[in-house]
């Protein structure tokens, strides 16, 4: 039944993805009313606005799920080694059934404003039906890549042909069959779409900026024993998986990159090349994301490998990473990227030497002259992690907007609550593992302490959790000293806020790892959540 105008419930939750749902599933077990707001026509989140061809999960399907259901775990069958966005979002219906979340969500309505009350502690929500909503707890689940970055092209209204985005692709069938398709952007979106666009298409002209480094998936079939063996030791599996360092489960390495020779070195990445892991390469040795010497080893290795692929030697070095250390930004999982090249209807553009001037009615013109298109598809990304909280126009204590708060970049204690903004939880936001991990793994554990929370303060009589300032910028200056520590500033990515012009720059992402993050997490509740500034009102 759809909601009354003006209505209270005990928290909102903004974004019915996958950490929004399962956020709905905690709230409801402590017995909460709660309103979740989506800006979808549908659930699903990431999975269901990126339903671009090839969009595939980079993190194994049997890894890559919710974690709290040891029933769920056994009875759903993930039919390959990396789900497909189809997949994903029938797996997340299927949840969203199972545990009857879908009554709690309101469809196509975008949460604009929210507002804290300071006397009575509570949050008044906005949306853009008109709604007005009062909650004491917000849970910002609205998803760490889900803003789209303008690509600030100029032109673009004038073409004539069709436009699509990655990120927004239309849920009606799209052909490119006998058409001339431009696609923007060589992040992992584009390496995705691009092998399945060359299929279809007349003609394709990738532009490149900045190549990035693709590993293949080695995707398959899931046999059915194989995923019987993992059902089995399923319980044990997730356990492990929560306790690891990216919420997948692998044996550290021990060695330095520098301290083997050339011959071991090279078999070692051999093999991690045919693991099909994204974090294969990166896990061969100690010093990969510290050591530029030891980055330089993989990153030349990764040359290698697409000089052996592509035939064209000057398509070769075009593809080849050389002004970034190997996964300083977030590398690609691919499934035929780099053969694509070898097909005569696809060329590469490359926008270092000749960059777009204008899109004009006809198609894409650089300062070599025009390209004719039918089609262009932007994969251009997203702005990243602070996006969908700046998008909301929040007002927090004093009426000071996490806009201004933010403006220098963001101030986020633990990456759940910042200060000045009580009861406003993030899953997924600034200043927390997330995009570093696993994240189905990352999302489970922030709920859960965020529903571990909002059950203290209720036994307590608690009506309100702020971050302590000083906390938190103790906290905020420990994420930057540990991106310091390693390669990861040296790449101008979006974990730094560089891919968007005129956002502040600074690592986003805490990279100390989830397993020493839920520590510190853990240890902040254990305490009575220090860190935190617990306060009551008579009003509650
Ligand atoms: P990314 O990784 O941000 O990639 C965007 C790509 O688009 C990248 O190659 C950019 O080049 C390029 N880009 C962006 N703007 C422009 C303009 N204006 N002109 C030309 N090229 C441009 O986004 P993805 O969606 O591919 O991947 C995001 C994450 O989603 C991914 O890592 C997974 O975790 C899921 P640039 O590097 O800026 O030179």
């Given at each position: 039944a759809p909601l009354p105008a003006a209505h209270a419930v005990d928290a909102v939750i903004v974004g019915a993805g996958l950490s929004g749902l399962y956020q709905l599933h905690q709230l409801r077990e402590l017995g909460l009313t709660t309103a979740v707001f989506e800006a979808?026509?549908?659930?699903?989140?990431t999975w269901y606005w990126n339903r671009y061809p090839g969009a595939r999960c980079d993190v194994e399907s049997m890894s890559y799920?919710?974690?709290?259901?040891p029933e769920l775990d056994q009875e759903w069958e993930w039919s390959e080694r990396y789900a497909s966005q189809p997949e994903i979002l029938r797996y997340i219906h299927h949840v969203a059934d199972r545990f009857d979340l879908r009554r709690d969500v309101t469809l196509s309505t975008r949460v604009t404003r929210a507002a804290y009350d300071e006397d009575r502690h509570v949050w008044q929500v906005s949306t853009d039906t008109g709604r007005t909503i009062t909650a004491r707890f917000i849970v910002m689940?609205?998803?760490?890549?889900s803003v789209p970055k303008d690509?600030?092209?100029?032109g673009a209204d004038s073409f004539t042909g069709a436009i699509y985005y990655t990120a927004r692709w239309p849920r009606e069938e799209v052909s490119f069959t006998g058409k001339r398709v431009a696609v923007i952007g060589t992040g992992c979106s584009g390496v995705q779409a691009i092998p399945v666009i060359a299929e279809e298409a007349a003609a394709l002209a990738v532009f490149q900026r900045t190549p990035a480094y693709a590993l293949p998936a080695h995707n398959r079939p899931l046999r059915g024993t194989e995923t019987a063996e993992l059902k089995a030791r399923y319980p044990e599996f997730r356990r492990a998986q929560r306790l690891s360092r990216g919420g997948t489960v692998f044996e550290p390495p021990t060695r330095s990159a520098l301290e083997v020779g050339v011959a071991e070195r090279t078999a070692t990445y051999e093999t991690a090349w045919g693991?099909?892991?994204?974090?294969g390469l990166l896990r061969t040795y100690t010093d990969i994301l510290t050591d530029e010497k030891a980055n330089e080893t993989v990153a030349e290795f990764v040359r290698s490998k697409i000089r052996s692929i592509v035939t064209d030697p000057a398509t070769a070095e075009l593809l080849s990473p050389r002004t970034f250390p190997f996964a300083t930004k977030r590398p690609c999982l691919d499934t035929g990227y780099y053969a694509?090249?070898?097909?005569?209807?696809v060329t590469l553009v490359d926008l270092r030497t000749t960059p777009i001037e204008t899109i004009t009615p006809r198609g894409i013109r650089t300062s070599e002259g025009e390209h004719a298109l039918d089609a262009i598809v932007f994969a251009t990304g997203f702005d990243a992690l602070t996006g969908s909280q700046l998008a909301i126009d929040i007002v927090g204590k004093g009426g000071v907007t996490l806009r201004e708060k933010w403006a220098d970049g963001p101030r986020h204690h633990l990456g759940l609550v910042s200060a000045g903004f009580p009861n406003l939880f993030t899953v997924l936001g600034p200043l927390s593992p997330s995009v570093l991990t696993n994240i189905a793994v990352s999302l489970e554990q922030q709920v859960e302490w965020i529903t571990d929370c909002i059950a203290h303060l209720r036994r307590n009589g608690l009506t309100e959790i702020d971050a302590a300032p000083a906390a938190e910028a103790d906290w905020t200056a420990q994420v930057a000293e540990i991106a310091a520590r390693t390669l990861y500033p040296a790449a101008a990515s979006w974990y730094t806020g560089a891919n968007i012009p005129g956002k502040p720059r600074g690592f986003l992402v805490y990279a100390g790892g989830l397993d020493r993050y839920r520590g510190e997490c853990d240890a902040a509740a254990r305490s009575g959540y220090s860190g935190f500034v617990l306060s009551a009102t008579s009003f509650s």
């Open positions: 979808g026509d549908d659930i699903g989140g799920s919710y974690s709290f259901s689940a609205s998803g760490c890549m690509p600030g092209i100029p693991s099909g892991l994204l974090s694509t090249y070898n097909q005569p209807h």
